[in-house]
């Protein structure tokens, strides 16, 4: 009684007894006296309360007679043990406590889970909640039961752990009331299921599993009175599993479908939804063939009055329910089938009934509406309409000897139609049900499975019938599998903490389990009394009455006849006898089972299939006993299965939103065992806590002498030993301490009596020093006064004598102010007159001065004209005489030289050489005479030319023989053309030796102009000699040659009409071959058009090509005298000591350049064979093309004499005028000739020309590894030698610059001299070509700085069949550790240069396979190792290195890169720039267009992007909650709340030391990953992305933690979390990413732990939470708000009126209202382009990454 009276004192507080409430709270105004217990209570005014509504108070007395421990009223927990999340961890556990638990969870922070040990309670809020989200899923996926707030999903979560760590089958077994919220928590944790252990992307189990819900609703639940969506069947579904835990398949069993609702509901009660749906949809083309009408006209579904549901659609959830069949992989026409069969049910409802006749009680369908529906009925059905009606109104009765047709009353044929439409819905439903399970059954083998059961609860209502006796003896089997469970595991934690434990007594229902299934039990004889041919209800309730009397569980009821009472362990029910045995019989007419089978419909035949093989075993198998025996199964495997268990609790029967009843509460928690678990854990120690815990909160109760750390059990054991002297009231485990019930109240109590005292005696110390203060304060300030009075008196004294002294002072300096002013005025006035006269005589003299200069100047130019004048008119005269004198000398010349020019000796003196030509001329012109003869017979011969016809058929097959052939050229060509490449690009990286090349040109070609010039001034003198010399012999020769000329003429007139149909033939030919050799034109695409060169005339000599050999002979010595140059400036750079070095270099130098000479000769014999060839196969065309077109002067043309003289017989042996015409032409053609050769000489000479300037390049390169070595062997004088050189190559490059423009210029006035004339347009070809190649030839950046391989061209050649191989060794078994130490992006730059060479070959089906090959080889080594982030970073780098290669080399001007690297001067720079700008432009894909590709690698680094993302988020995740969230960096900050909760398991994947994370554990990690991407060279643009897309994944992980775990939510938690933020934004800024935003990323959480920390008292704090807390919105806010718990008694919770104003606040804000952070949510990534100052053609390839077969080109 000593314990009960402390307990029991004035002010505790107790629960009292309510009718409206249940339970109301009271308080102790008196300690027991006499047997009496005074309370003062508060009278609740109204029962149900609502949310946001303030309950009223009035205070009554209660006075309670108390005689022994059990009288006494129940002690209310402290307010800071009020709002728990788990029931059992309540101090004072019992029936009132969990009550008001659940009250202020529900009502106060809108909370609809709680635990109860290992139960979930769910309590149905009647409004949907934002907590379902698929990010809701994320937050829970992989954390403990224990450490997030309830939830059904955490539930699924603990379920789903087990079973992949503990290798055992699980299941979630789901019971409460109708309307309670069973079916959508089944929904949910298969959702949840489906989610975290979704199957492979081409079965889509999961999906299945899910669309089975819908069907399942659509044909099972209905509306009842208490729920608008009630299941009004068990069902239990088993999720299988394979070995990786991913669905694969389910499997569902059914129980106790509510047949008899298909044929009648109460009021306000609907049938089942597919009813409805089917009627509201009728419009739909698949339904207009059933004849449906309004749902409110069939009589099956208007019975209950009320077909509608509020905020239902039955017409899309309609087509939801089709969505699911078809999903479900159920047919169309199987779907109409269905529909049909549902339809033909309503059909069947509104057959009406009436007696045949008045006498007769014989039953007839009524004609006018009954036969319609009966005609749809049959017709849907696919039957007999005939046999249906008979059998409807009509029994068969069978005897051993005959058959009898007994007709049925309007009464028994109703029944009859009803029995029908029961048995055909239950067939149909089961069909539905086995359908399901073949399209979820997998034919791989299950590992594992967890089951949900989706079961009714305790049913009682005022009449209670067969289904509910059902009901409530599975909800028996259930609760005592349940009661034995809770049992067991509360023995096994006892057992595992090793502490003394008595046994627990708990309820066992098995007495009551015995009554229903026992022998000679309820069922047992109403099975017996339903094979008894007559047996009736009232026979088979008077033998219960009999037999069961002596049951405790059973009894009579008083006032009833017909009824018997069983007490179950919820409460007694009393059961209606009435059709007991019609349901349990469920019989079926066999005529009716007859009619459906001979269904011309193949599923209503099935339905019925299997109906005569079972007919035996369903006549003795009742609907108790296969109900019973599937109780049995379903405990077998729920035994087999570790159970899982959710509670559904309905608060109030009008379904309003967040409103609870107490009293419906109450009858719910007894019926459904929470309240039994809770006796459970009562009756032992229900209270946990760990040492570790357990010393954090309570060591304040000990001195701090007493408070050892280093033994924290030690402590423990010595606090409760000295505050708890009752043994029993608590055991110390291994782990743990238990405590009885109330014992944390109690130390509750002696903790904040400790903490009230110390309270107390701080504040007694703070006032009196706070006394003391003000005293010593007001002392101080009396002192101070006095002392500044004193002060201000001597100042005031102070300030008299300082004024007096001040007067006197200013008086003497004013009074020397005023004459030192007078005296100023007149010196100013002085000066400015000396100053004036002074200037006036000064102009005086400068103006004399001025005058006699300009006089001077006069007379001297007046006297230098004078004498100009003078020697001009000298000079003038000189002049004249001496132009006199040499006109006459000129005179004298002229008539001397006419004179020997009339003379023949003279005449034929210059043309002796040429009279045997002029012989040869005149014999070949015979043979062409004798040709025109024989032409002539070929008039006889037309004939003859059929056949030459056909011969020139098989010439066009030969032709395409050689076409052939020229393929094989152009194969040829292709490779001469890339040799031609290479040897230009090599080109271009000269400019000294191409300045003096140009320079000879141009000499050489001023040369061939004059010579060109001489020799026509020479023709025409030749010309004209012949017209004087011959002109009397014109005369007599014209005569003969005119008609001689005539009659060739006629000749070839008659040869051209016969050949006329030969030519035909002949120009197609020669249009193929022209073709070709269009083709052929492509070898020297740099020189434009080789078709244009041939056809262009010019003159000239073979002496070019010697001249252009000779031009590249200048070059080489030119390049001997640069060596000379450099060699000279080595030795100037040199002192003493290093002269013997540098002149063994030079030697090696001009060694290397003899060598390159002899080459360059062996090379230019092998070009010159090659040359040939390629002519000898044009020679060939050109055959081809004048093979039917000869002339007369072919041979002449192409004769082996040379031009010169062919000129000079032409020349000679004219004789007319027609002949000096074609004396003309054969000089033109001769001309052409020359430029042919001119143009073949230049060619070999350009060929020449490349292979000495690559020749050069080596020995640049050589050079620079000569200047390279000097530097080493002389450091000291590097930088003057440096200084040399770059003013050596500045001076060479502007050079070079000035001859481009100068090739420029004159190119374009080469241009605009061949626009205006066609002569002399040839004779200034070799000019334009060589404009042409200077044009192209831009100065190399190579002279600025040498690369290591200049001669390559930035290309990698490869084989088709070496792609794979590129692909494995290049990219999927290729180590990032190998090329460490190589130039960044090496296996990008090398992909690149295989796409360069894949575009210079232009073959786009070799480009398309290696891009295509290096996608998909990139994803796929990205994906097999996934978890390797140095990998991911490596190829994230390469792939944007790959894009700016794309970009920059793509052909886009904008990306070639706009300066060039830092240089030694700015003339240096500018001339580098355009270096660097042609290597790059040369480097640039010629033929394909890209961009569609830059696009896929986008994707592709998008995808490398998001690879490293999910690694990231993956690595980080398992530390973010213990390293941020729960771990302490602020030691002492953090105060543990008593919330005891029990640890059900650990996370799946927990790290083993997750709980040894800390704030340096991520801040170490995170660093780890910076140093991967910057090792990797990744991008610092994308580096700052990621990490701000990290910190938001951080930042949305934390704060749905947050939001999800009340335990976080009080201040000094909220101070931790900020702390160790703050660590995270000295990370950021201590690595530059402070600009990344990767801190605005943390956003949401900062604010969320500033809100725990601010003032949230008064409403006035509303605007500057919102103002604050811009980035969480109102439903955050209102969450935070509602969760926020005190550590301690000396805070509040935030008030009601608070989190209400915030929701009302909230409601005027546009922001969405998701509670939960996306933590899927990426930002979007943009890659920044990154000029690349890299010369492909300077990479190598290593020899450790093995591409020996590629081949640099």
């Known amino acids: 009684m000593a314990a009960l009276s402390e307990l029991y004192a004035k002010g505790s507080r107790v629960w009292v007894r309510d009718e409206n409430d249940v339970w109301a709270p009271a308080s102790v105004l008196t300690e027991p006296n006499d047997s009496r217990l005074r309370l003062e209570r508060e009278d609740a005014q109204v029962s149900v309360l609502v949310r946001w509504k303030r309950r009223k108070r009035s205070f009554q007395i209660v006075e309670l007679r108390v005689n022994n421990a059990s009288d006494y009223p129940p002690l209310r927990n402290p307010d800071i043990l009020v709002g728990l999340n788990d029931l059992t961890t309540l101090s004072y556990l019992h029936e009132p406590a969990v009550l008001h638990n659940l009250k202020v969870r529900f009502l106060d922070s809108n909370t609809i889970y709680t635990y109860c040990g290992i139960v979930l309670v769910a309590i149905n809020p009647y409004e949907q909640l934002p907590i379902y989200g698929n990010d809701v899923i994320d937050a829970y996926r992989g954390q403990s039961m224990s450490q997030m707030d309830p939830h059904v999903f955490a539930v699924a979560e603990e379920a789903y752990n087990k079973m992949s760590r503990e290798k055992k089958n699980q299941s979630i077994i789901v019971s409460g009331e109708s309307g309670a919220g069973k079916t959508v928590s089944a929904k949910y944790a298969m959702r949840y299921f489906a989610t975290v252990g979704g199957a492979s992307a081409e079965t889509q189990i999961e999906r299945k599993v899910l669309a089975s819900n819908p069907i399942m609703e659509a044909f099972g639940n209905a509306k009842t009175i208490r729920n608008d969506n009630s299941s009004r069947f068990g069902k239990y579904i088993e999720i299988d599993f394979d070995h990786r835990h991913c669905i694969i398949g389910a499997h569902m069993r059914t129980y106790l479908l509510e047949k008899s609702r298909v044929v009648f509901q109460a009021s306000n009660e609907r049938n089942y939804h597919i009813f409805y749906q089917i009627c509201a949809a009728r419009e739909q083309p698949q339904l207009q063939e059933l004849n449906l009408v309004s749902a409110d006209e069939f009589f099956y579904t208007n019975l209950g009055g009320d077909i509608h549901v509020e905020n239902v659609n039955d017409g899309l959830d309609f087509g939801a329910t089709c969505n699911a069949f078809s999903l479900l992989n159920i047919l169309e026409n199987e779907q109409r089938e269905i529909f049909k069969v549902v339809a033909a049910l309503l059909h069947l409802g509104n057959v009406k009934f009436c007696k045949k006749s008045r006498r007769a009680e014989d039953a007839a369908i009524q004609k006018d509406v009954g036969h319609s529906h009966l005609a749809s009925c049959a017709s849907l059905l696919g039957i007999d309409i005939q046999m249906l009606q008979k059998w409807l109104c009509n029994r068969k009765i069978v005897t051993k000897k005959e058959v009898f047709t007994k007709p049925l009353s309007v009464e028994q044929a109703c029944g009859a139609r009803d029995g029908l439409a029961k048995h055909l819905y239950a067939q149909l439903f089961a069909w539905i049900v086995k359908q399901i399970n073949k399209c979820l059954t997998s034919p791989a083998k299950r590992k594992s499975f967890i089951g949900v059961l989706d079961i009714y609860g305790f049913e009682t209502f005022d009449v209670n019938s067969f289904e509910q006796f059902c009901i409530n003896y599975a909800n028996e089997k259930l609760q005592q599998q349940f009661t034995q469970h809770v049992f067991k595991l509360e023995q096994e934690e006892y057992v595992k903490e090793q502490i003394e434990w008595s046994f627990i007594d708990f309820y066992d229902n098995q007495p009551c389990i015995d009554l229903i299934e026992s022998r000679l039990g309820i069922l047992d004889l109403l099975d017996e009394e339903c094979k008894m041919p007559n047996g009736t209800d009232k026979e088979w309730l008077e033998k219960m009455y009999q037999n069961l009397k002596e049951r405790h569980h059973f009894a009579k009821p008083r006032l009833s006849n017909t009824a018997f009472i069983v007490k179950h362990f919820a409460g007694e029910v009393e059961y209606e006898s009435e059709s007991f045995l019609a349901k349990n019989k469920d019989a079926i007419v066999e005529e009716h089972v007859a009619i459906l089978k001979a269904s011309k419909y193949e599923l209503v035949g099935e339905l019925f299939g299997e109906e005569k093989r079972s007919a035996t075993k369903k006549r003795s ?169 004193r002060a201000l008196i001597a100042r005031r004294l102070t300030q008299f004598l300082r004024e007096t002294k001040a007067s006197i002072c200013i008086q003497r300096h004013f009074r020397g102010f005023l004459q030192r002013v007078s005296y100023g005025k007149a010196r100013r006035a002085i000066v400015t007159m000396q100053r004036f006269t002074r200037g006036m005589f000064g102009r005086r003299i400068y103006m004399e001065l001025l005058r006699e200069a300009k006089a001077i100047v006069i007379q001297k130019n007046y006297r230098m004209f004078i004498e100009r004048r003078r020697y001009l008119t000298k000079r003038k005269a000189a002049i004249y005489l001496e132009c006199c004198v040499r006109r006459m000398r000129a005179r004298r010349e002229l008539r001397t030289l006419k004179i020997e020019a009339r003379s023949v000796d003279h005449y034929k003196k210059l043309n002796s050489g040429l009279e045997n030509k002029i012989i040869t001329l005149q014999i070949k012109l015979n043979e062409k005479v004798g040709e025109i003869e024989k032409m002539k017979g070929m008039k006889s011969e037309i004939g003859g030319y059929v056949e030459e016809v056909e011969t020139l058929k098989k010439k066009a097959e030969d032709d395409k023989e050689k076409l052939s052939k020229l393929k094989e050229m152009e194969r040829e060509l292709i490779e001469l053309r890339r040799e031609r490449d290479e040897l230009k690009t090599k080109l271009e990286s000269i400019e000294i030796e191409t300045k003096l090349t140009m320079q000879q040109k141009e000499e050489e070609m001023n040369r061939l102009k004059a010579e060109a010039d001489e020799l026509r001034s020479k023709v025409s003198q030749a010309e004209e000699r012949v017209r004087i010399g011959s002109a009397s012999e014109e005369a007599n020769l014209s005569s003969a040659v005119e008609k001689e000329r005539s009659n060739l003429m006629a000749e070839f007139e008659l040869e051209r009409v016969h050949h006329q149909h030969t030519l035909k033939e002949q120009s197609r030919l020669q249009q193929r071959i022209e073709n070709l050799q269009e083709d052929l034109n492509l070898v020297n695409r740099e020189r434009r058009n080789l078709e244009a060169w041939k056809l262009e005339h010019g003159s000239g000599g073979r002496g070019s090509a010697m001249s252009v050999r000779s031009a590249v002979d200048g070059e080489s010595a030119a390049l001997s005298s640069r060596a000379q140059s450099l060699e000279n400036m080595l030795d100037s750079g040199e002192g003493q000591g290093d002269s013997d070095d540098s002149q063994l270099l030079v030697m090696k130098l001009n060694e290397r350049i003899r060598e390159l000479e002899e080459a360059r000769n062996d090379d230019e014999e092998e070009l010159k064979k090659k040359l040939d060839n390629v002519m000898k196969e044009n020679e060939k065309l050109e055959k081809l093309l004048a093979e039917g077109s000869s002339t007369i002067l072919a041979n002449d043309v192409f004769s082996t004499s040379t031009p010169i003289d062919r000129i000079s017989v032409r020349s000679v042996d004219v004789d007319d005028e027609r002949d000096a015409v074609q004396q003309i032409t054969a000089l033109k053609d001769a001309n052409y000739v020359l430029q042919k050769e001119l143009e073949e000489g230049q060619k070999k000479t350009d060929n020449l020309l490349k292979e000495f300037e690559e020749k050069v390049l080596k020995l640049e390169e050589e050079l620079a590894k000569a200047q390279n070595q000097v530097k080493k062997n002389h450091p000291s004088r590097q930088q003057s030698l440096d200084q040399k050189l770059s003013q050596e190559v500045t001076r060479l490059t502007v050079e070079n610059f000035d001859l481009m423009e100068k090739n420029e210029h004159l190119e374009k006035q080469i241009k605009e001299l061949r626009r205006q004339g066609g002569g002399g347009s040839s004779a200034q070809t070799p000019e334009i070509d060589g404009g042409r190649r200077t044009k192209t030839a831009a100065p190399p950046a190579a002279l600025a700085l040498p690369p290591s391989e200049p001669q390559f061209m930035g290309m990698f050649e490869y084989e088709r069949q070496d792609e794979t191989k590129l692909f494995r060794r290049l990219i999927v078994d290729l180590d990032p550790a190998v090329v460490k130490d190589c130039l960044p992006g090496l296996p990008a730059h090398i992909l690149f240069m295989c796409l360069r060479y894949c575009d210079h070959m232009n073959d786009a089906l070799r480009m398309e396979h290696l891009l295509t090959g290096i996608i998909t080889s990139v994803r796929k080594v990205v994906s097999r190792r996934s978890k390797d982030d140095f990998l991911i970073a490596f190829w994230l780098s390469n792939i944007c290195r790959f894009l700016h290669d794309m970009k920059q080399y793509g052909g886009d001007n904008l990306s070639l890169p706009s300066s060039p690297s830092t240089s030694s001067s700015p003339s240096l720079t500018s001339a580098t720039t355009g270096g660097e700008k042609t290597v790059y432009a040369s480097q640039c894909l010629k033929q394909f267009d890209i961009t569609e590709y830059r696009m896929v690698f986008n994707d592709l680094a998008v995808h490398v992007y998001q690879a490293l993302i999910k690694l990231i988020q993956d690595r980080l995740q398992p530390m973010i909650v213990c390293g941020l969230l729960e771990h302490e960096s602020i030691p002492g900050v953090s105060h543990s709340k008593p919330f005891g909760l029990r640890p059900i398991s650990t996370a799946k994947g927990a790290h083993p030391g997750s709980s040894a994370y800390t704030v340096d554990s991520v801040v170490k990690e995170l660093t780890r990953i910076y140093s991967v991407l910057t090792n990797e060279y990744v991008d610092p643009g994308i580096v700052r992305q990621l990490f701000r897309q990290v910190f938001y994944m951080i930042g949305a992980y934390m704060l749905n933690n947050l939001l999800l775990r009340k335990d976080m939510c009080h201040w000094s938690r909220g101070m931790q979390i900020r702390y160790n933020l703050s660590q995270l934004e000295e990370w950021c800024r201590r690595n530059h990413l402070g600009e990344s935003g990767a801190i605005e990323a943390l956003g949401p959480i900062i604010q969320a732990c500033q809100l725990l920390q601010v003032c949230k008292k008064i409403q006035s704090d509303i605007a500057t939470i919102f103002d604050m807390c811009y980035a969480l919105n109102p439903l955050q806010i209102q969450k935070i708000l509602t969760m926020y718990t005190p550590t301690n008694e000396f805070e509040e919770r935030v008030p009601v009126s608070v989190i209400r104003a915030v929701v009302a606040h909230g409601a005027d804000r546009a922001d969405p209202s998701r509670l939960m952070m996306d933590i899927n949510y990426q930002y979007s990534i943009t890659f920044p382009f990154t000029q690349l100052d890299v010369n492909l053609a300077t990479i190598l390839l290593p020899a450790k990454l093995k591409l020996n077969f590629l081949k640099k080109i």
């Open 621 to 789: 198998a009742t609907v108790g006993s296969q109900f019973s025996n599937s109780l049995v199964d379903l405990m077998k495997a729920l035994n087999a299965t570790v159970p899982h268990y959710i509670r559904c609790i309905k608060p109030n029967d009008d379904k309003e939103a967040f409103s609870f009843d107490p009293k419906r509460a109450i009858q719910q928690l007894r019926a459904c065992g929470v309240l039994e678990t809770v006796r459970i854990s009562a009756a032992g120690f229900p209270s946990r806590w760990s040492y570790a815990e357990f010393f954090d909160r309570y060591r304040v109760l000990v001195h701090s002498s007493k408070a050892k750390r280093n033994s924290v059990r030690e402590t423990c054991e010595f606090i409760l030993n000295h505050f708890i002297k009752d043994p029993d009231k608590f055991q110390f485990g291994k782990t743990k301490i238990f405590f009885r019930a109330g014992q944390v109240a109690y130390l509750e109590k002696l903790r904040a009596d400790k903490l009230r005292a110390c309270g107390i005696r701080i504040q007694k110390h703070i006032r009196g020093w706070l006394q003391r203060t003000k005293y010593r304060r007001m002392k101080r300030a009396a002192i101070r006064i006095q002392a500044h009075v």
